[in-house]
């Protein structure tokens, strides 16, 4: 159980177009879904918080226009990357956690964005 | 604020060594601590979790033990095999909007 699936697992784009991302919870409902972005050899850098039926929370540094994120409902939850560029290539994974009380988060196999 | 410090990679062992990755916290409040893996090209999976002082996670053979009293979560592992080959994150989780807090992540090669 608690199986996170992300769409698409690579995509490679030209600078200046949009790219969606999408995040869905295939066996369970997710209240809370998390976008986080992993550069080469690093940690993982939390980009925003989704709550189903609401405006993502973003984290200090990360552009709302930019990043845009929809959280339409309890099983999936999308990322576009708006006018992507270059310096947006990076490996992008999505969490849900099951219940809003768990302390458990389940994450996506994650998405290879790259721009050329 | 949270914070999580983990050991630099990469670590390099021969198969059936034993393994320690370190891990110590600085948190409010009392937090549950995990060890998510992420094997290469993959997203992160949960390892184990401990979710209050003295606790021991186990799974697959890996064990870490809450210590309170030093702010640690080590990794530990008996004997190690090549299909360990992987990074190693330590996090944190102390509530409030469900936010992890993640160390650095340490890299694992198990060479036979």
Redesign the interface.
């Given at each position: 159980g608690a199986v996170?699936s992300?769409h698409p697992s690579r995509v490679i784009c030209k600078s200046g177009t949009s790219v969606k991302i999408e995040c869905r919870s295939l066996d369970f409902q997710a209240t809370?879904m998390?976008w986080y972005r992993q550069f080469p050899?690093?940690?993982?850098m939390?980009m925003a918080?989704s709550n189903e039926g609401s405006k993502a929370?973003y984290e200090q540094g990360v552009e709302k226009d930019k990043f845009l994120i929809n959280h339409a409902s309890l099983t999936l939850s999308t990322l576009t990357v708006t006018s992507a560029h270059p310096e947006d290539s990076s490996f992008y994974?999505c969490?849900a956690?099951a219940t809003?009380s768990?302390?458990?988060?389940?994450?996506?196999?994650?998405t290879?964005l790259t721009v050329l | 604020g949270n914070s999580v410090t983990q050991m630099e990679g990469p670590v390099t062992l021969s198969e059936e060594a034993f393994l320690t990755i370190n891990c110590t916290y600085t948190a409010t409040g009392y937090p549950?601590l995990?060890w998510?893996v992420q094997y290469p090209?993959?997203?992160?999976?949960?390892l184990l979790?401990a979710?209050k002082a003295d606790d021991k996670g186990s799974n697959k053979g890996f064990e870490a033990t809450y210590r309170k009293e030093t702010t640690s979560f080590h990794l530990e592992k008996g004997s190690v095999q090549v299909s360990d080959s992987a990074v190693y994150?330590c996090a944190l989780?102390t509530?409030g909007?469900?936010?992890?807090t993640?160390?650095?992540?340490t890299?694992l090669k198990v060479e036979l």
């Open positions: 996170v992300q809370t998390f050899k690093q940690s993982l939390l918080t929370t994974i969490s956690d809003g768990t302390d458990t988060q389940y994450f996506g196999p994650g290879r | 549950s995990f998510y090209g993959e997203g992160l999976q949960l979790k979710t994150f989780y509530g909007g469900n936010k992890l993640f160390g650095t992540g890299q």
